[in-house]
């Protein structure tokens, strides 16, 4: 069947039908829109539950509603599935349709939508004598067909030629009697299905089209009843709707083809319709900062910790104040040397009075990055925790504006570490307002703020909201300036205000203006709409340049909005990174955008539009000053808006674009994304994103095509922190191969115990399994088995960043801490299993008599003090009496006999063993 492509009889009696639906496979659903987007018709699902009727002996679908709309993506397609129960006493059978997006676990039972539920009935129906062999039928009056179709469109009904099948259509009192013809090109898969879902759906616009005339707006089919078809594979219909519900149609001959006892249309729910192909191309995402899981505690004793540099939010006296061990406080890490590694290590972080914000962004930057370095540097820090601690630099939402807007720009450094290093550090920001929170520094939250005594935890989550308090337009009267106008994001942006906005006026600025490569021809282009575009050679980083160019506006057309897409990148892992480079990459993001603060923010501007990255959202590894610079955008987004000024920023993922900042990734560097969950935004997506994040209430939306199968099937330890509400969570697996704990008889133990205890030979061969998987997932190799253990690294095409993202999923996959240059120091797969197996591998020491004497006294402290249960007692006399039997094979002294006469037999008492172990051991 064209619809549905297999069927699986299942053990108690039930059918599963399933198929694929995409636009690529079944073009001509692009034809049936409902308000834009792609929607599979009802008649569809009615012929996907009547061919499972008619495989399963049944004689009609007795009942069918349709619960939810079932959407076509523009990329990619849906799976199908039509479940029919076991036929019950009377010989009905439950039916249900469900669908799920292509990229979707098809395991995973939240992804699948009911679209339908209803119900088959074992008898059929018998065809109504047909009335309607004169045709068309006396006395009725035709309907003039000329406004149809774009009548139906107005209501929101986007039809195709495809679905375009009404013929001739007449009205005879409460009836309506329709010619419904299915168009050539579908003419011919007309025999494969039982009524083609086109031609099925046309004979239903004319109840349609009466309730958009009348006023009763968009309506779908929502209840069906007494669906039979008489006969296959008909090309045309001539129909009749008794009334409004119950319809009767046959072939050009009046014979009988199919019927429909009654059926209900509903108005289309407002919002029901999520964009279509929303998962697969893209969609808006918010961070909400929600009360944490995980409070911390504050350890009343033992466990040192220290404060690095000044104590500017008093956390030492908040330390006190709580209980706490009085920390050491220390100028630098290197006065941390001489007491025992500390459990945390605080560093806080803010600008100095007086500093301008560009530059303390840039000086907390890389204070913070060579302290970070340092961290790393030093190996007895490899237990311990980093935690860096701001004051108002993030707000989580309205009424909490950002009071240190520079010190933002040390949040993506440190998310970027943390992606690179998991479990080396932590976020904390202090309430302004507020003395400091010392249970906040021991919080199990990788990241964490403080406001009115509560901790918040950052997450991403979908559904980004909307109102009319942030939403942006743009006046056609007034002047669009655009940084960054003669790169690639700026081009799209300059035509999109253009075309889809109706901007006159654009003033767009880069380094090189009017000479910049394509800069005529855009102007040429853009005339054509009659729109000005002015070109200006001009770094917004300079105060005094940026100026020079804003007073150049013409009054006539004032400065009305301003969209900031300049930026410039310069990965590198963090150890790898310089203050220098920090600043090449802050200078036109930061300094730029506070500098377009400052001069407009006394202008009524209507729009303030910040191109910020998803890499300062969630850390992308190797992009820790990029992920700085946006970081801070992300933040002056949100100080604007609490001073009643227009702002937005969007963090946007990977565009699908060369020629932007993201186009000059190879094939390794897009494959490291997808395993990150990041996909390609596709352009139109994008730009129909940017649209509808101007509608937004909200300073910050992430703007993404999100892979939720990639999140979903990666290691949760390394997916990132604010992505695992948006994701659910996953069981762990018990697999002794691949998951750092196994079950283990009646419990479990970690993966290092399991693999330390084997022999040599197994453990040898199970961890080179491990390290070829994890090298093959972070290679894109087809198999593990593709790996050759002896190849070096160098060869296999691993490159920093590479060597990252293996060192953290073995780290995942064993439960051993690995250090960062693992795959340099051992640059073989052989090389490194040799490493992990002699680190799991058991030590061999001679023990004497002496140490195991020892030992009977630490375990007969331990028996002392316990207390059993009968249970426990019963094992614990099998496995003492296993211990004696091996005392007594490796010492030759009968262990199993006392000198007082007690016989340790299968027959002694509990009473009597622990007698014999307290008197002989």
């Not at 604010?722 to 283990?744: H, K, M, Y």
């Amino acid at each position: 069947h064209p619809l549905l492509g297999a069927v699986t009889g299942l053990a108690d009696g039930g059918v599963l039908f399933s198929g694929r639906l995409s636009r690529h496979t079944h073009p001509w659903l692009t034809d049936h829109a409902v308000e834009d987007y792609v929607v599979v018709p009802g008649a569809g699902l009615v012929e996907m539950v009547s061919e499972a009727a008619a495989r399963v002996d049944a004689g009609r679908v007795a009942e069918l509603t349709l619960e939810a709309p079932m959407l076509l993506p523009a990329v990619g397609g849906v799976r199908i599935q039509v479940a029919v129960d076991a036929a019950d006493e009377a010989g009905r059978r439950q039916v249900r349709v469900f669908c799920q997006p292509e990229e979707a676990d098809p395991a995973d039972p939240d992804g699948w939508t009911r679209s339908a539920f209803g119900w088959l009935g074992a008898d059929g129906i018998t065809p109504s004598v047909s009335d309607l062999v004169q045709w068309p039928p006396a006395g009725a009056e035709a309907v003039d067909l000329a406004d149809f179709y774009p009548a139906l469109a107005e209501a929101g009904y986007r039809y195709g030629p495809a679905f375009q099948g009404i013929q001739g259509l007449w009205r005879l009192g409460e009836d309506w009697y329709a010619d419904v013809v299915l168009p050539e090109p579908q003419q011919a898969d007309a025999a494969k299905y039982g009524v083609h879902p086109a031609l099925l759906d046309a004979a239903l616009h004319p109840l349609a089209h009466h309730a958009a005339s009348s006023g009763q707006g968009l309506q779908l089919p929502f209840s069906w009843s007494d669906v039979a078809v008489h006969a296959t594979g008909a090309g045309r219909l001539r129909v009749h709707w008794h009334g409004d519900s119950r319809m009767t149609a046959t072939d050009g001959e009046g014979r009988p083809v199919v019927e429909i006892g009654s059926l209900e249309l509903r108005p289309l729910a407002s919002g029901s319709l999520a964009p279509a192909g929303a998962p697969a191309d893209g969609e808006l995402l918010q961070v909400d900062w929600a009360p944490s899981a995980a409070p911390g505690e504050v350890p009343a004793r033992g466990g040192t910790w220290a404060l690095v540099g000044s104590d500017p939010f008093g956390i030492a006296d908040a330390a006190r104040s709580a209980g706490a061990v009085e920390p050491l406080v220390a100028v630098d890490l290197a006065a941390v040397k001489g007491v025992p590694a500390p459990r945390r290590v605080v560093l806080p972080v803010g600008s100095a009075e007086g500093e301008s914000v560009p530059g303390a962004a840039h000086r907390l930057a890389g204070d913070v990055l060579e302290t970070i370095q340092a961290w790393l540097a030093e190996d007895r820090f490899d237990g311990a925790q980093l935690v860096v601690v701001t004051r108002g630099a993030v707000g989580s939402g309205p009424g909490d504006v950002p009071a240190d807007v520079a010190a933002a720009a040390v949040w993506g450094l440190v998310r970027t570490a943390q992606s690179e290093h998991p479990g080396r550090f932590l976020l904390v920001d202090l309430d302004p307002a507020a003395d400091a929170d010392a249970a906040a520094l021991f919080s199990e939250e990788p990241q964490l703020l403080v406001r009115g005594g509560r901790m918040l935890a950052p997450r991403i989550t979908a559904g980004a909201g909307s109102g009319s308090g942030g939403a942006a337009t743009f006046d056609p009267d007034g002047t669009v300036l655009i940084t960054g106008g003669s790169g690639a994001l700026g081009v799209l942006m300059a035509r999109h205000l253009v075309q889809a906005h109706g901007v006159r006026h654009l003033l767009l600025l880069s380094r090189r203006g009017g000479d910049a490569p394509g800069a005529a021809e855009l102007a040429l282009e853009l005339a054509e709409f009659e729109a000005e575009v002015r070109f200006a050679g001009c770094d917004a980083a300079d105060p005094a340049a940026l100026a020079a160019v804003l007073a150049a506006i013409p009054a006539e057309h004032p400065l009305t909005a301003v969209v900031h897409s300049a930026g410039v990148l310069d990965d590198g892992l963090v150890e790898s990174q310089t203050p220098d480079r920090f600043s090449g990459v802050l200078r036109p993001k930061v300094d730029a955008a506070w500098n377009l603060h400052e001069q407009t923010k006394d202008l009524p501007l209507s729009a303030f539009v910040v191109f910020s990255s998803i890499s300062g959202v969630i850390g992308n590894a190797g992009q820790s000053n990029y992920a700085s610079a946006n970081t801070f955008l992300d933040t002056l987004a949100a100080h604007r808006r609490g001073q009643g000024l227009a702002a937005h920023s969007l963090a946007w993922g990977l565009w699908d674009q060369a020629g932007t900042m993201t186009g000059r990734l190879d094939d390794a560097d897009r494959a490291r994304l997808a395993r990150s969950g990041i996909k390609a935004l596709p352009v139109n997506r994008g730009l129909a994103l940017f649209d509808e994040a101007l509608e937004s209430d909200r300073p910050l939306l992430v703007a993404a095509a999100l892979d939720r199968v990639a999140l979903r099937t990666g290691p949760e330890e390394v997916l990132p922190v604010l992505l695992r509400t948006l994701i659910p969570r996953r069981r762990r697996t018990a697999a002794g191969d691949r998951s750092a704990e196994v079950n283990q008889g009646a419990g479990t133990v970690s993966w290092a115990q399991h693999v330390g205890g084997m022999s040599p030979e197994d453990r040898e061969r199970t961890v080179v399994d491990v390290v070829r998987a994890s090298v093959a997932v972070v290679l894109g190799y087809s198999t593990p088995q593709a790996v050759q253990p002896d190849r070096s690294f160098k060869d296999l095409g691993v490159d920093s960043l590479t060597a990252v993202e293996l060192r953290n999923r073995l780290t995942t996959a064993t439960g051993l801490r690995l250090s960062a240059g693992l795959v340099f120091d051992h640059p073989t797969p052989q090389a490194i299993a040799d490493y992990l197996a002699g680190q799991l591998a058991p030590e061999e020491k001679p023990v004497d008599a002496q140490t195991i004497a020892a030992e009977f006294d630490r375990v007969m402290s331990e028996f002392e003090n316990a207390s059993f249960e009968e249970e426990d007692r019963a094992w614990l006399s099998r496995r003492v009496q296993e211990m004696l039997t091996r005392i007594s094979a490796v010492t030759g002294i009968d262990a199993l006999s006392s000198g007082t006469g007690v016989g340790l037999s299968d027959a002694a008492s509990d009473e009597e063993i622990f007698a014999f172990i307290d008197n002989e051991l």
